[in-house]
């Protein structure tokens, strides 16, 4: 993993984001796994430039004010560069091998909105007090709770979603942000996607079989990836689709890249892509 973060580093990406589930959640549910607040110390420690988060930290696995601390102290070891990712939570499994009480979404959406106050109070007390300003993003997409949080707490929003669901809530989000009296440009908009790209349709072909090899889920050929709302195809075809999540208000792209040993793919983005966008 160390290998892949500075490669990323040196290609040029802004940011760089671990997870923080317990199993995988394709392929061997029982495969290699690691702990997400210690594969972020890491990361900070393997980068000196890159903004580094988790995509997003689970609130019911640790106390609010410890993950705080945690990110704090973090942000000190990065040169403040830590984003405080964090959702309601939805891996059951997760809460059920580690001894959690899974309970309902809207429970687990009420004690998100319980905690957050906690984070941002225990973030103004720290001594030392973070580097950065540690800013919260807010992951998911629900319209009647999540999203109404995004607007009160978070500096970045983060989601999965096709162009047109996205662009549908950007304005749910952008309402909500009105009803509190916060300007929506405040808030960015990221989201996340997987990709198979290649100098060609064949070699992005070879980059998809690869992926379903490993996670036997996902969509089986360019076009129903692209239809699941995937990024696949070479270079021109990433950008056309790219253009269409801008178009829908998407300010930041975070690339799924399923295969880390593949740096020939981030290679080829970084080369093609990422100077047009």
């Known amino acids: 993993m160390r290998d892949a973060w500075r490669e990323a580093e040196e290609l040029g990406v802004d940011s760089i984001y671990t997870w923080d589930h317990f199993y995988p959640l394709s392929g061997d549910p029982d495969g290699r796994h690691f702990e997400g607040a210690t594969s972020l110390a890491a990361l900070a420690a393997a980068t000196e430039r890159v903004k580094i ?4 930290f689970c609130n019911s696995y640790r106390n609010p004010q410890l993950l705080a601390n945690i990110h704090s ?24 091998e580690y001894g959690y009480d899974f309970g309902t979404a809207p429970e687990r959406l009420k004690a998100l909105r319980r905690d957050l106050p906690l984070i941002e109070e225990r973030l103004s007390k720290l001594n030392p007090p973070p580097v950065g300003d ?46 509190v009296k916060r300007d929506p440009e405040t808030i960015a908009r990221s989201l996340m996607i997987p990709l198979a790209i290649g100098r060609d349709s ?14 036997p889920a996902l ?40 295969d880390q040993e593949d740096i020939g793919a981030l290679e080829l983005f970084a080369r093609d892509v990422l100077p047009r966008l």
């Not at 988060?53 to 997003?56: F, I, K, N, P, S």
């Not at 102290?73 to 059920?96: N, P, Q």
């Not at 064949?202 to 996670?215: G, S």
């Open 53 to 56: 988060g988790a995509l997003v």
């Open 73 to 96: 102290t973090i942000d000190h070891m990065s040169g403040g560069r830590v984003i405080l990712g964090i959702g309601a939570g939805w891996f059951e499994r997760d809460y059920d």
């Open 134 to 179: 540690v800013p919260i993003m807010i992951g998911g997409g629900g319209e009647k709770v999540t999203l109404k949080l995004v607007a009160k707490h978070a500096k970045l929003w983060h989601t999965f979603a096709d162009p047109e669901t996205y662009a549908h809530k950007s304005q749910v989000l952008a309402e909500h942000c009105r009803a």
């Open 202 to 215: 064949a070699e992005v072909d070879r980059r998809v079989a690869k992926a379903r090899a490993v996670f």
């Open 219 to 258: 969509p089986d050929g360019q076009a129903a990836w692209r239809a699941a709302g995937f990024l696949a195809g070479p270079p021109a075809q990433v950008l056309a689709d790219l253009d269409k999540w801008k178009a829908a208000g998407m300010q930041r792209v975070l690339l799924q890249m399923l």
